[in-house]
């Protein structure tokens, strides 16, 4: 069975429950008639709904319909296969100047709308102290509470401890805002107030 509707000539019963363009309800009428109205309008009698008792059939510039369905499917899918999830790891005696750039990274992943699994590694007799790993596992969850949220508490796996991150913001979104930021942005300013805004 074709998934694609049958239209105009294609439609092979002798009425239908008709519906305008704009959705208002026409009536049940002939095909012919049906067909008739669809050429004066310049668009296209589309049976949408095959089953019922008559079928129902609408008024529409069908290539654009389909047009219109192609994009919203593959606006669903590209939101669906948006989530990635970035991992980062550390080790639970890590130094501050290493803790800040790990963090940093973190930072970036939820800014841009990812999720981020974050590993500690256990080694030897570290393993003994799981509340080292829950402890900064904790810290960094603080940290980044505003982009944000802990989505799957610390758990231990094995040698390691796991925790992770998602943001407050689906990745479309802050892609909408970055093309705002960068659209709407761009009134006349001077190099110098750019450079100024930029740091921060």
């Known amino acids: 069975m074709s998934a694609e509707p049958r239209i105009n000539d294609r439609i092979r019963v002798p009425e239908v429950r008709l519906v305008g363009p704009n959705g208002e309800q026409v009536g049940i009428v002939s095909v012919q008639d049906a067909l008739r109205l669809a050429q004066e309008a310049d ?16 008024l529409m510039d069908y290539g654009k319909f389909k ?52 590993t500690i590694m256990f080694r030897g007799r570290e393993q003994s102290r799981p509340e080292l790993g829950r402890r900064l596992l904790a810290r960094l969850a603080e940290d980044v509470a505003d982009l944000g949220a802990v989505e799957s508490q610390p758990k231990q796996d094995g040698r390691n401890m796991v925790m992770v991150l998602g943001p407050h913001k689906r990745r479309s979104e802050h892609k909408a805002e970055a093309r705002a930021a960068a659209g709407g942005g761009r009134t006349r300013r001077e190099p110098r107030e750019e450079q100024q805004s930029g740091q921060g």
């Open 43 to 58: 668009l296209d009698l589309v049976e949408v709904a095959p089953t019922a008792r008559p079928p129902v059939a609408k």
């Open 67 to 118: 047009y219109e369905s192609a994009v919203k499917a593959r606006e669903s899918r590209k939101n669906q296969s948006n989530t990635i999830i970035k991992e980062i790891k550390l080790r639970p005696k890590i130094d501050a100047h290493d803790y800040d750039t790990k963090k940093g990274h973190v930072v970036r992943f939820l800014k841009g709308g990812d999720k981020v699994k974050v």
